[in-house]
């Protein structure tokens, strides 16, 4: 039988219920432009019913019902949605960051210009044009002076410049590891709160939507993937381990590399391992510092190396006005002070390899002559051995382009005197140093009787760097060989003190039998400026005028690209979040809908309770005796 109070019980929870409901839409309300809020409905639903279908029930003419209660309150969202928003997050992250480093990179070039590097070139090269019209005139050989030192000024300061957006990198790459840190653990103490609060029975809204916003912001900085099958256990993964799983956070660590010129690899902490990743920022970083800016400086110092070599080449078999010879126009700085190359590697306190530039051969060869014979070159790769093959029908020409043109890492070219000559080149993996010779034979006699560098054929007679006096094995005493450079040098090219002390002492002639040449002879400046259209061989690039229109084309290609896939990128996020928001978004017209409605609800179960008091009051205090 139904209470005679029973009518106070429902308006108590009609009043309840519907002050929840106002409570909530205020909650909506106040969050509408709070970042990563999810709109909550509140789901209400019928008390049960006072008699149960059950034998032994009162007698009734049917089930009594008894107001209304609060089943949950829900936040709206789109679980689908969400995973799209979160695996497209990554490449937003990742185009954002390279867009931004790659537009640094286009300003460093700042082509065309009279400040360019390429300028500067053309002036020095038009220098020594004039230098050969004018040999005998000061002021010629001034301008040459003024205008290497110009050119080499701004060769240090484009290496500069690239140096400081690798080091910007770093530093960027060492405060993400700390930000994708940060987020982590804020993610796996916010699931240890979500536990606690389902475990009480409780639905924690906006504890998952602070979890929600702080995975979305991680997917920007790397590439991940959510796993939330398992309702106690919330499971974030990069490349397939976990980084947070429930509880438990598993954080990275920026180590610095010594082989990498201390800039820092990111690892795993708890084990050290290399932590690999495939999107966001952190992988855009990482693929700017270690290749693309990598490969932007290593290009530079190789153009500079060879441009360096080429000209001292020539200066140094040319005369002065004070008839002498053998002195270099640009300073080469070795990287070991053995003459022989020699180098303690593994810092052991004995030499164990030998770090050469460049050997050139004992032999004079016609470029055009076929070579009548067969074989394969064993050259140092990127990624291990290069094979070039030759044939009898090959001119010198030929294979020298075979040469070039394959991925070995070292340059082929006819020098001045007809020789062959062999250069090493930039590595491409950190671990092999630069501008030093690796490993290299030949199967046939064109690299030992034909060119006169190896002493014999066959890997028995073959040259490898990862020993001392590695050059001793090389033909005999005629062979030259160059030491490796100092790394980087774009970034110390300079005009010998010498020549600046003593103009007079730049060569513009060439001498006869070991003497000078006459005064009004203009060969040897003639010579450097023809430099400026010869193949060269800088890599695979042709000659210096290559080198500048590849290099600047190849930069402003990764911006054109950088630029329109983060816009597709952008666009792509822009729908998906407009379509999120028109989901979990507050609307505030539909709020104060939703606000009347609760009010109105209110406001009727106040009317009821205000007519039960009163139907209360009558049997009370109105009937009696």
Known sequence: MQSTFAGIEIGKRSLIAHNLGLSVVGHNMSNASSEGYSRQRIELSATQPISRPQLNRAESPGQVGQGVETA????????????????????????????????????????PSDSSVRTLMDRFWDGWQELSVHPTE?????????????LAEGIQNQFQRLDRIKTMLDDDIRATTERVNSLISDIAKVNNEITKSKGAGDNPNDLMDRRDLLVERLSSLINITIDDRDPDE?????????????????????????????????????????????????????????????????????????FIDLVNEVHSDGYGLNKETGTDFFVEYPRVLNAQGNYDENGDGAFDASYIFRVTGSNELDAQAQIGIGGTMTLPGPNGDVQVDYAPTDTVEDVIARINNSSAEAAARIDRSNRLELKATPAENEENPDFVLRDFQDSGQFLAGYAGIL????????????????????????????????QNPSGWIQVNDELKQQPSAIAASFGEEGAAGESGDGSAALEIAKIRNQPVNVGQISTFDDYFADTVAEIGLMGEESEQALETQEQIMKDLRDMRASISGVNIDEEVSQMIKFQHGYQAAARFVTQIDRMLDTIINRMGV
Not at 76 to 102: F, H, M, P, T
Not at 138 to 150: F, I
């Open 72 to 111: 949950s309150i829900e936040r709206i969202r789109d679980g689908l949605l969400e995973s799209r928003i979160v695996g497209q997050a990554n490449g937003e992250g990742y185009w954002s960051a390279r867009d931004k480093y790659i537009r640094m990179a286009e300003q460093v070039y700042n082509e």
């Open 234 to 306: 919330f499971n974030v993964h990069t490349s397939g381990f976990h980084v947070v799983q429930g509880g438990i956070a598993r954080p990275f660590e920026a180590v610095p590399n010594p082989q990498n010129e201390g800039l820092s690899d990111v690892v795993w902490e708890h084990s050290g391992e290399s932590a690999q990743f495939r999107g966001g920022k952190m992988a855009a970083l990482q693929e700017l510092r270690d290749d693309t800016i990598r490969s932007e400086i290593q290009k530079l110092d190789n153009m500079a190396m060879n």
């Open 138 to 150: 000061g002021a010629s050989r001034q301008a040459v002076l003024e205008r290497g030192e110009a």
């Open 455 to 486: 002493a014999g054929t066959g890997a028995d007679n073959g040259y490898t760097y990862q020993q001392a006096d590695a050059v001793q094995g090389l033909r005999n005493e005629n062979v030259d060989y160059a030491v490796a450079p100092l």
